[in-house]
């Protein structure tokens, strides 16, 4: 028994949930979408199983994406989906309520933060806690945040794009911008619908930017076709579309990207600054894998920037860290039940 610790950090993201158990990892990885049934609000399915389903389903089902630009948009399907990934993710105990710490956006306000911990309490946590997800980062990224020296964070997700410099364990300026992931994909989705009369899926989009993505052009260009309906003879058709295209379509969401991360470094103290020159900008979270984007705001902002390992799951492993030393990082700890 002892050896189960009875503590859960969850990356709750607009895109992924990501579940941590200290002294397992990562136990989960699941998109944040839920499908229910009309007719009787029934959950049908949650996470992989239900994304296969997106764009895909008859009218009596729909899938939702319950979380918006990083906070809860939908607060019931939220609870249910918390409490499907927290039963999964630990197997045979659930009858134990255990101590959950929860990522949220730097940006979010105290309603927000209120309604992640209610929602975690209802799906049957016995003890909620919310950390900034920069922190979160950091820790993940293992940058030691609590030295005396400014690091830069900039974690890139699915609904936000948090850029944080931190330093002695706290946030010294931040900002939290809705701009990452999903609007690239809107982005791609838009460019295609204009330039070739072609109306294609979110998940198409995704699809596209993953394989054939970059924050830059690039000489040898990846090419891919792409499946839709044409918006002229309503019938399905596809085109070959290539990578600097793509390049095209989505540099005014990166410039949005880079806007934040120059604000925050004009707000940075001097002396910070000059850390940050030395470190240089460490990224995180799933979209910050675009190919070359740390290169791009190299470019456009002067600062290396490296990408940290596992960007996706820097969120995750910091809400274990974090609970494994809870005592330690009570500090930043911003709200409990």
């Known amino acids: 028994m002892a050896l189960f610790s009875k503590k859960l950090g969850i990356d709750l993201g607009t895109a992924n949930t990501l579940i941590f158990i200290p002294g397992k990892g990562v136990v989960l990885n699941e998109p944040s979408v839920v499908a229910m049934s009309l007719e009787d609000n029934k959950i049908l399915a949650v996470g992989n199983e239900a994304k296969t389903m997106i764009g895909r389903t008859p009218e009596a089902i729909v899938t939702y994406r ?10 019931k399907v939220t609870e249910a989906m918390l409490s499907y ?78 850029v944080a410099v931190i330093s002695l364990g706290g946030i010294v300026f931040s900002t939290s911008v809705k701009c990452a992931g999903n609007r690239i994909d809107e982005a791609i989705a838009d460019y295609i619908k204009k330039t070739f009369n072609l109306a294609i899926g979110d998940k198409t989009a995704e699809d596209v930017k993953i394989q054939i993505g970059s ?20 019938l399905p058709r596809s ?20 806007k934040a991360i120059k604000d925050v470094l004009q707000e940075t103290p001097p002396e910070l600054a000059s850390d940050i020159i030395d470190y240089g900008i460490i990224m995180t979270g799933g979209t910050s894998s675009l190919r070359n984007l740390p290169e791009l705001i190299f470019r456009r902002v002067g600062v290396k920037t490296t990408l940290a390992e596992n960007p996706l799951y820097c969120v995750a492993q910091g809400t274990g860290i974090a609970l494994e030393h809870l005592s330690a990082y009570k500090r930043m700890v911003v709200a409990k039940r």
């Open 239 to 258: 085109v070959e579309i290539k990578t600097n295209e793509i390049v095209k379509a989505i540099s005014r969401e990166l410039r949005e990207i880079i």
């Open 66 to 75: 319950p979380m918006k630009d990083g906070v809860i948009a939908d607060y």
């Open 215 to 234: 924050a830059l052009p690039i000489d040898e260009e990846l090419s891919m076709f792409v499946k839709g309906r044409d918006l002229i003879s309503g």
């Open 85 to 162: 990934y927290m039963k999964k993710a630990m197997g045979g105990w659930s009858f134990i309520k255990p101590e959950v710490l929860i990522s949220v956006p730097a940006g979010v306000t105290s309603t927000e933060r209120r309604a992640v911990i209610e929602a975690a309490i209802k799906a049957g946590a016995k003890n909620a806690y919310v950390v900034k997800e920069p922190i979160l980062a950091a820790i993940g990224a293992g940058i030691p945040i609590y030295e005396a020296k400014g690091h830069m964070i900039a974690d890139v997700g699915g609904g936000t794009t948090d």
